[in-house]
């Protein structure tokens, strides 16, 4: 069977696809990067929020009308859309031929199988080692290890798509990581929807410090970043082990949705703004070069105007190096559902306000960038991204003259506009 695969969402969603891609990869199938040249196509969604469900929606349909023309033979959806709202989907499209759970995922081949989609073996000479198909840069990786997440924030519909908490074991973790070093990856993202609580379930407490132990001591390592941080389980221990090694960029990406602590409450965020101000005060002096990442979200039920300029001048005094905002959308089954909505101007407002706050700030950031010397990693010969940037979700910058793809190396700060910025590399 040849495959064309489309992958939505979030890095964690892709790791899915690039698990179950390389089973049949494994298997003899072969993945084809052209529809026209597919059996078939399999669309792992995102159903996390609406824009995500409608942009799934949009895929499906433009991969049941390449059927209809005879491009492919099959359809098959799997991903978060399906967990959510299978039987809306089945009745939605009845003309796709698989629908298959996450779970389903791990028996691919079977799966597709039983649908009476033909498999036809490849040459065992395309089969795969023992290392997942990666649909990043050779270079960079994501490393999901764990899953599910028991937080029950009040917006949220992972729990109820991804289930409760589930790491993976340890051993697992690091000889996935040593095969992705062994295969070339130069920068490891560690990714779970809670990186933090890795290991509470399988060890009776977090275990992030000591898997970062281990994983430094993996011959050829290049560098760690970790994505996916809960504010009070960002630890001194952890802190302290960043600034003690170059292995793991000095960044971290904590989600912190809110300050005010009325908004916090109701969004069951099991930290108060006292806690997440003294988790960033103490990252930044343990760290004092720590590049930290963060998501807000506006027009929360019940935030009101006094809230939100709490919000506002937090971000002016703790100068996150990225940030996302996202309007609040009411997302049916969460316990935020039935609570008081915002009107939509209200949130759009408050958007592109915080988008302004935040623009004035990277421009303070810019000024104190330029001539200082980083730490960067090239995602092309004359482009991609400083310590501060993780792959696919944050900044790029270019480079003044031409390196080696996936060299990590210093450079010198030469400009900064908003998020474009030029670098002049120093060594590689």
């Known amino acids: 069977m040849k495959f064309y695969l489309i992958s939505l969402g979030c890095p964690k969603n892709l790791t899915n696809s690039e698990e179950f891609s390389a089973r049949l990869l ?12 597919a059996d078939e196509i399999i669309i792992n969604t995102c159903g996390f929020i609406d824009s995500a469900v409608q942009e799934a929606k949009e895929e499906i349909r433009w991969a049941l009308a390449q059927k209809k023309a005879g491009v492919v033979k099959k ?8 967990e959510r709202f299978k039987e809306t989907v089945a009745k939605e499209f009845p003309e796709i031929d698989t629908l298959f759970s996450i779970s389903a995922q791990e028996t691919i081949e079977e799966t597709l199988s039983q649908q009476g989609v033909i498999l036809e073996p490849l040459p065992k000479s395309l089969y795969l080692p023992e290392y997942k198909m990666s649909l990043t840069a050779p270079h960079t990786a994501y490393l ?14 992972i729990p109820f798509i991804r289930g409760v908490y589930r790491s993976k074991p340890m051993e697992d973790v690091l000889r996935e990581a040593e095969l992705m070093t062994q295969n070339g990856v130069k920068e490891i993202s560690l990714i779970a929807q809670d990186t933090t609580s890795y290991g509470m379930d399988l060890y009776g407490k977090p275990q992030l410090v000591e898997l970062l ?5 993996i011959d050829g390592l290049g560098r760690l970043r970790i994505m996916y941080g809960y504010p009070h389980r960002v630890t001194k221990e952890l802190a302290r082990l960043m600034a003690g090694t170059d292995k793991i960029f000095h960044y971290i990406d904590i989600p912190l949705q809110h300050i005010a602590d ?14 997440i101000r003294a988790t960033l005060d103490m990252l930044k002096t343990e760290v004092p070069d720590i590049s930290l990442r963060t998501n807000f979200i506006v027009g929360f039920p019940g935030e009101t ?15 996150f190096d990225n940030m996302g905002v996202f309007e609040y959308f009411r997302e049916s089954g969460t316990a935020a559902y039935d609570m008081e909505q915002i009107p939509q101007e209200v949130k759009s407002e408050r958007s592109a306000a915080l988008v302004e706050t935040q623009s004035r700030v990277i421009d303070r950031i810019n000024k104190r960038l330029l001539g200082t010397t980083l730490e960067a990693i090239a995602d092309g010969p004359d482009f991609g991204r400083t310590y501060k940037d993780a792959p696919d979700i944050d900044g790029k910058v ?31």
């Open 26 to 37: 494994a298997n003899g199938h072969e993945m084809v990067f052209n529809p026209e040249e």
């Open 75 to 82: 359809v098959a959806v799997t991903g978060c859309l399906v």
């Open 144 to 157: 999901k290890v764990a899953d599910g997440c028991n937080n029950r924030c009040a917006y949220c519909t």
């Open 213 to 217: 132990e281990k994983l430094l001591k």
């Open 262 to 275: 009325p908004v916090l409450k109701r969004m069951n965020r099991h930290c108060d703004a006292a806690q």
């Open 305 to 319: 105007d006094a809230d939100f300029k709490e919000l506002q001048k937090f971000i002016q005094e703790y100068e």
């Open 398 to 428: 270019t480079f003044t003259k031409p390196v080696k793809t996936g060299s990590i190396f210093k450079a010198r700060a030469v400009a900064a506009e908003g998020y474009e910025r030029e670098l002049e590399p120093l060594e590689e």
